[in-house]
């Protein structure tokens, strides 16, 4: 498979599996409050709930991304949404919380074969120049699924809590059929994989430290870490200072990430191609840091709107400047590299829900302060990386 150009069908296909699965992710945000409230649970719950998700991801994700990399993207993704597809059943038929979180893991393990092979896929069937492009379409199908996905959970809760997850179940299901007949294996030179026995995570963390691009990792992990801080008791938060329904929360989580979305689509190509990765990730941590503390002054549905929709924005721009310049820099791992980035994701998207969750217990703005003191933390490291990158490349020109 040529890469001269952006493949369309395959990436289309790979964007369509993205939606699904970021949109089963997300319907679960506007109903969860009421689901925890079945089994008397509180803030606590909720962010260990989304916190073993990302756990499962976190474990799974090096795993997953040298199994790509051994034998194809395809068999890798289409594991993941049978995963996934099952993790959604499971949920949808719990009536335990033990089995809830059984449910959570499954689908973390899901996510993690899909999500960093997908982004070595498109790797794949992109050259450097077109990269941005291709990353910046699949992350505007993550967003637009994690959008959506508040949308269609507040939506079809009406015909009851369980009935999202079922048809979740069932759309994730038929991606998986479609995938392995119509998702053709991008084809590679094999002196372009790099074949090693397989090590532990604790290795594989330990190796990423000696990669040129370990800097953007870290940042992908304490940004990670600040974003779930928002976006995992966001729901809660309406809930119990303002006593937003779940439809509420979905509109909320639709509309404000959408402009996101729309921004990520249209306007990301341009501005990196403008003004580079490196400055849209310095203005746009300093704009999430913002919107994320002006929460605590909101007053109402318009207001709570209008922050969420600058923070999205912010978020959608952020995550693909990372995402692209990692993978400019892996060269031929790519597998290995999304493996890794996935993996410092997850260690965020794990360790922020559970920590926001406790914190929102002992009071509901905390989780929007320490948030926000952990995104300018990223900004503080991202700042030192590219001025060191900058002398770097000073020598390299005066030698």
């Known amino acids: 498979m040529s890469k001269q150009s952006i493949h369309q069908f395959p990436l289309l296909l790979l964007m369509m599996n993205m939606f699904i699965v970021m949109t089963g992710i997300g319907l679960v945000i506007p109903i969860m409050p009421t689901i925890i409230q079945e089994f008397g649970a509180g803030g606590k719950t909720f962010g260990f709930l989304i916190a073993t998700f990302a756990f499962a991801q976190f474990l799974f994700s090096p795993l997953a991304g040298d199994l790509s990399d051994r ?26 919380l033990a089995f809830l979180y059984v449910s959570r893991i499954i689908g973390g393990i899901g996510g993690a074969f899909m999500i960093p092979s997908m982004m070595a896929f498109v790797a794949d069937i992109t050259t450097v120049e077109t990269r941005a492009k291709g990353m910046g379409r699949l992350g505007a199908s993550m967003s637009f699924g994690f959008v959506v996905g508040p949308g269609v959970g507040g939506f079809l809760a009406e015909l009851g809590l369980r009935a999202p997850f079922l048809i979740a179940g069932t759309v994730a299901a038929a991606a998986a059929v479609l995938s392995w007949f119509f998702l053709r294996e991008p084809e ?45 008791t966001i729901s809660l938060f309406t809930d119990r200072k303002f006593g937003f329904s779940p439809s509420d929360i979905s509109i909320l989580m639709v509309v404000g990430g959408l402009i996101g979305v ?8 341009r501005v990196l191609e403008r003004f580079g990765e490196v400055r849209i990730m310095n203005v746009m941590l300093v704009v999430a840091a913002l919107s994320m503390v002006s929460i605590l002054f909101a007053a109402g549905f318009t207001s709570v709107l209008l922050i969420s929709a600058v923070f999205f924005t912010a978020a959608s721009l952020l995550r693909p400047s990372i995402n692209t310049t990692i993978s400019k820099m892996a060269g031929d791992e790519q597998g290995f590299a999304a493996g890794m980035n996935n993996a410092y994701m997850s260690i965020g998207n794990m360790i922020g829900p559970a920590l926001a969750g406790t914190l929102f217990d002992i009071n509901m703005g905390l989780p929007y302060i320490f948030g926000s003191i952990i995104i300018v933390v990223t900004l503080v490291i991202c700042i030192r990386w590219a001025r060191g990158r900058s002398r770097q490349k000073a020598v390299r020109s005066a030698e």
Do not use: H, W
């Open 262 to 269: 729309i921004v990520q689509a249209f306007v990301l190509d």
């Open 71 to 96: 034998y194809g993207r395809k068999k890798a993704i289409v594991f993941g949404l049978i995963l996934f597809s099952a993790a959604q059943f499971l949920f949808a038929f719990s009536n335990y």
């Open 188 to 232: 590679k030179e094999k002196a372009d994989v790099l074949v090693k026995q397989r090590e532990s995570l604790v290795k594989q963390l330990a190796l990423s430290v000696k990669k040129p691009y370990f800097i953007l990792l870290v940042m992908m992990f304490t940004l990670s870490f600040g974003l779930a801080n928002y976006q995992s």
